[in-house]
């Protein structure tokens, strides 16, 4: 390059900001997380992230089940695999699937990176730019930037404590369908929401699938949490009662360990073909090696003796979230009581916004998901995700009561100022999947 002629490159930031794909448009780094960054230091109190505690597990038996793995059946394990996943864990996956009602095949399973990756294979093969998919409100943020990243319009439908409401999804289908609109299917967390904490009631199971049945629209129901109530049997699935007209995506993230990256789909048959391909062609197989050691650990171990340690740890941190909120939160504030999962939906009072509050909680040694994040449409500025399954119960009743002091705090500012003026506050974008 002359030195009279300027190398453009050096000028620019990034030298392909012009060249990038429209889809990129939608995938926005989180202006948060610097914030969060912060939080992640030992002396705040994150009720932010939804990280499972997998320190209950007995890593003496995960360990065997590796180290065997690598030394009887490496040839194997550490060998490329089928597309659709190892026949042996889709077998079990069915098994795991039983305690929900669903009578599957192994042929009708994949095997997935995460059901994170379930949820991008199905928006692939089911989503062009500008189709739309339908999700409540609020909706997982892992899921939203996946319909995003694919062009997707988000159409969400109210929850109350019960759910998704079955009238609000009815209207929202029939208008978006008279704007002429193809809806592609309906995203739904029957269990233990997140960030919502709250399960769809047994009696208006029967009624969402009739509405989609009725409404010929595919539903995607996502179910990680299932396994994880604190009281009673799992609740049946939704797939467990409709074969053709639902996509299940099941998750060992949870109940065993996320570093694993094993998730699952179950589909109808020529559903199921496609996504096979879309896995081919996105990673050529899943991870045989981790497929292999879930598979030992299944065998070998009681993991549903397991699991029921999990829910019983996690049983212990939802009440000391319960009771700190009951004890300390102002009036006006609102909350959802999981009866199993991961988090609690709080609503703050009138007036306050969470996105705004946020750097003031950190500042206080607190940290929480404004929700915000959780709506495709920038609602949810009155609500936050608390999660309780990471820290100990102490830290969760210190936790809450740092944020206690906070939300009073901004309510003496808002008596003193007056409200903030819609929009203040609302300057950054949603927070990446490292929240979720
Ligand atoms: C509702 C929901 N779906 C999917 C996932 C992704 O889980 P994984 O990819 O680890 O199976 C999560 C993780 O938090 C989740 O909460």
Redesign the pocket.
Known sequence: MSADVPDVRQTRLDNYVDRYAARTKGMTASEIRALFSVASRPEVVSLAG?MPNIGGLPLDVVGGAVRDLAIDNGAVAMQYGSGQGDPVLRDQICDVMRLEGIDAHPDDVVV????????DLVTRVFCDPGDVVICEAPS?V??LGVFRAYQCEVVHVAMDDDGVVPEALEQAIASVRAAGKRIKFFYT?PNF??PAGVSLANQRRQRVLEICQQADLLILE????GLLGFDGEPQRALRADDREGVIY?G????TFA?GF???WAVAPHAVREKLVLAQESATLCPPVFSQLAISSYLTRHDWLGQVKQFREMYRERRDAMLAALTEKMPAATTWTRPGGG?YVWLTLPDGLDAKAMLPRAVTARVAYVPGTAFFADGFGSQCMRLSYCHPTPERITEGVGRLAAVIHEELELRQTFGPLPPGAGHDYDAPGPEL?
């Open positions: 939804g997935t990176v995460g059901s994170q990756q379930a949820v997982y892992g899921a967390i929401h997140n996502d179910n990680p949490y995506l998750s060992f993230s949870k996320p990256r094993v998730g991961f979720s």
